[in-house]
């Protein structure tokens, strides 16, 4: 599965917020309890990584 197909199309906080509450309507749950907020802003950084496409 390509994680990053439709990543250039969100935000930063909305890849924040999904790591941290989870996405509704999919078996995503959310992080909040188990990553601080640096460790999240870590992952949102490393996404973008993979995916070099500039946002719209």
Do not use: C
């Amino acid at each position: 599965m390509d994680l990053t197909a439709h990543l250039y199309q969100h935000t930063d906080g909305d890849l924040y917020w999904w790591i941290k509450k989870g996405k509704a309507g999919t078996p995503m749950p959310g992080f909040e309890n188990r990553l601080s907020d640096e460790e999240v802003w870590h992952l949102v950084n490393y996404l973008r990584t993979l995916d070099q496409r500039s946002a719209p």
